[in-house]
Antibody, heavy 121, light 108 residues
């Protein structure tokens, strides 16, 4: 079955760090564009970061310099390292597969169920 | 950054009736527009991409239209499982890909 399963969320104090994991099954992470999208409580969806199959990475301005997206090909797993966490980073974090078009842009064709990150003292 | 605006915020429709959801972009996104469905506690699901192409496994009662700055998602005959929150997303200008704030489709 093709699926994504996120883990690693939890309660963390402001300024702290957390690493989220996204285990993929049924397809190869390294051969695909993979992304993180978050949703603050009661709010809409916000794109966070993407890693291309070639390894290039991009970030939303709100997390640039604090978050790092990466992958472990041997584990077929995507990661999001989150440092210097703020209260406004509180959200459900979804892992998503990004399907590229021939023009180089992309949309999300497969999503995980998400993991909740709460930043609070 | 392109701002996506969805309307209405909440739409009340009876089962079996048609629902029409709107999405407007602050500048042209061509046909680079996707629609997603999200039910409580579940992952979002891709419904439509390229403004009008149904994703794999999506029933024919879901249709998308529009280009440029104005888009519509139509559900022709609402089933009980269709009541959810719907998001549009542009992927023409990135980063960032931006989402609308969502339309909640509820049972009337």
């Amino acid at each position: 079955e093709v699926q994504l399963v996120e883990t690693g969320g939890g309660l963390i104090q402001p300024g702290g760090s957390l690493r989220l994991s996204c285990a993929a099954s049924g397809f190869t992470v390294s051969s695909n564009y993979m992304s993180w999208v978050r949703q603050a409580p009661g709010k809409g969806l916000e794109w966070v970061s993407v890693i291309y199959s070639g390894g290039s990475t991009y970030y939303a301005d709100s997390v640039k310099g604090r978050f790092t997206i990466s992958r472990d090909n041997s584990k077929n797993t995507l990661y999001l390292q989150m440092n210097s966490l703020r209260a406004e980073d509180t959200a459900v974090y979804y892992c998503a597969r990004a399907l590229p078009t021939r023009y180089g842009n992309w949309y999300f064709d497969l999503w995980g169920r998400g993991t909740l990150v709460t930043v609070s003292s | 950054e392109i701002v996506m605006t969805q309307s209405p915020a909440t739409l009340s429709v009876s089962p079996g009736e048609r629902a029409t959801l709107s999405c407007r972009a602050s500048q042209s996104v061509s046909s680079n527009l996707a629609w997603y469905q999200q039910k409580p506690g579940q992952a979002p699901r891709l419904l439509i991409y390229g403004a009008s192409t149904r994703a794999t496994g999506i029933p024919a009662r879901f249709s998308g239209s529009g280009s440029g700055t104005e888009f519509t998602l139509t559900i022709s005959s609402l089933q009980s499982e269709d009541f959810a929150v719907y998001y549009c997303q542009q992927y023409n200008n990135w980063p960032p890909n931006t989402f609308g704030q969502g339309t909640k489709l509820e049972i009337k």
